[in-house]
């Protein structure tokens, strides 16, 4: 890969604040998260004992959901946010390569 001397490397914006906060972002849902699944573990559900354990598995698995849906946005984020960088970097060029075992293409418009 060739630099071309040429290209225009852009200035930093919003995607490295945000990248930086990705880990903060991460460890508060989690924990936000974790708090709310004590919580329900946790809390004085009335009514029988077999409903009480049916709601509480209902919510544990809203929580999973939840979590996961979280996390999958934080990882769509930190995508973005290398995308953008990779974008707003230096422009390569690949270099040439020759076809020896081939003729060179022809000129030529093709008639439509």
């Known amino acids: 890969m060739i630099k ?14 945000l990248l930086k906060k990705l880990p903060l972002l991460a460890l508060v849902g989690v924990f936000l998260l974790g708090f709310l699944w004590l919580l329900v573990n946790l809390w004085p559900f009335e009514g029988s004992d077999q409903q009480v354990r049916s709601l509480v598995g209902q919510l544990e698995f809203a929580l999973i959901g939840a979590l996961s849906f979280y996390l999958s946005m934080l990882v769509a984020a930190l995508f973005g946010c290398v995308m953008v960088m990779i974008m707003k ?24």
């Open 89 to 112: 970097g230096p422009e390569y060029r690949a270099d040439g390569v020759v076809l020896t075992d081939r003729e060179p293409p022809s000129r030529e418009t093709p008639n439509q």
């Open 4 to 17: 071309n001397p040429q290209s225009v490397r852009y200035p930093a914006g919003l995607e490295w604040r």
